[in-house]
C-alpha cells in the first residue's frame, strides 16, 4: 500500500491549468482523497473520490487502470499556493490514511 | 464548524522525559487517530482508537507510546523515555462512523525532543 506524489513542487503561473500528479498502489477497492494545507494552518480536506465534486474549482477522478488520482483546476489563483497532500484510506474499521509526501502549489502573479 | 483542537502548540522536552500530547477531537466523532510528520517527511499513521480501545497501530507505536481516551472529550498520546528522534509534528484527527468518513485534523503540536 502506497501513494506516490511525483513533484516535490509545481510551479505554475495565475491562470494556468494545474496537474497535482498522485498514484496509487492498492489491492484492495480504495478510497482517495486530497488534503490541503495552507502556510500554518491545519490539513484540510479538499477532495474525496466518492464524492465525485468539485471544490475550489477542483477535481479528482479516480482511475482505477491507471491507479491514479490527479488533482486539477482548469486556472490557477495565488490563494491555491499551498501543500498538497494525496490519502489512500483502505476502509475497514480502522480507516487508517496512507498519505503521499505532499506536492508544494507555488502559483506565480 | 466544530474543530479537533490541539495542546500545546510546541513542546519542548529533554530526551528520557515523558511527554504527554493532548486533544479534543469533534465531539460526535467516534473514531480518533495519531499521525506523525518528521521535518521533510511524509505524515505517518500511528495508531487508530474505536470504542476505547487501540483498532490499528503501526509499526512506530511500539511500547514507548500510549494513547489514552481519560474522559469524555480528551483524547491523548503519551511518549515515555523520548529520544531525539521522536522530534516532529504531532496530528491528532478524528472522524464519524462509517468506512472511510472524512479524517479532521488538529493544528498539530510540534515536539522537540533535546
Known amino acids: 500500500q502506497r501513494v506516490t506524489q511525483p513533484e516535490k513542487l509545481l510551479s505554475v503561473f495565475k491562470g494556468a491549468p494545474v496537474e497535482l500528479k498522485c498514484n496509487y498502489s492498492?489491492?484492495?477497492?480504495?478510497?482517495l482523497f486530497w488534503y490541503v494545507q495552507y502556510s500554518r494552518q491545519r490539513l484540510q480536506l479538499l477532495l474525496r473520490h466518492i464524492s465525485r465534486e468539485s471544490i475550489k474549482g477542483f477535481t479528482a477522478d479516480l482511475n482505477k487502470g491507471e491507479t491514479s488520482f490527479h488533482l486539477k483546476k482548469p486556472f490557477a489563483q495565488e490563494e491555491d499556493s499551498a501543500m498538497y497532500y494525496c490519502a489512500l484510506g483502505r476502509g475497514g474499521a480502522t480507516n487508517k490514511l496512507i498519505f503521499g509526501t505532499g506536492t508544494l502549489l507555488a502559483v506565480q502573479p | 464548524e466544530p474543530e479537533v483542537t490541539q495542546t500545546p502548540s510546541h513542546q519542548v522536552t529533554q530526551m528520557g522525559q515523558e511527554v504527554i500530547l493532548r486533544c479534543v477531537p469533534i465531539s460526535n466523532h467516534l473514531y480518533f487517530y495519531w499521525y506523525r510528520q518528521i521535518l521533510g517527511q511524509k505524515v505517518e499513521f500511528l495508531v487508530s482508537f474505536y470504542n476505547n480501545e487501540i483498532s490499528e497501530k503501526s509499526e512506530i507505536f511500539d511500547d514507548q507510546f500510549s494513547v489514552e481516551r481519560p474522559d469524555g472529550s480528551n483524547f491523548t498520546l503519551k511518549i515515555r523515555s523520548t529520544k531525539l528522534e521522536d522530534s516532529a509534528m504531532y496530528f491528532c484527527a478524528s472522524s464519524d462512523y462509517g468506512a472511510n468518513q472524512p479524517q479532521h485534523f488538529g493544528d498539530g503540536t510540534r515536539l522537540s525532543i533535546l
Open positions: 492498492y489491492s484492495g477497492s480504495p478510497e
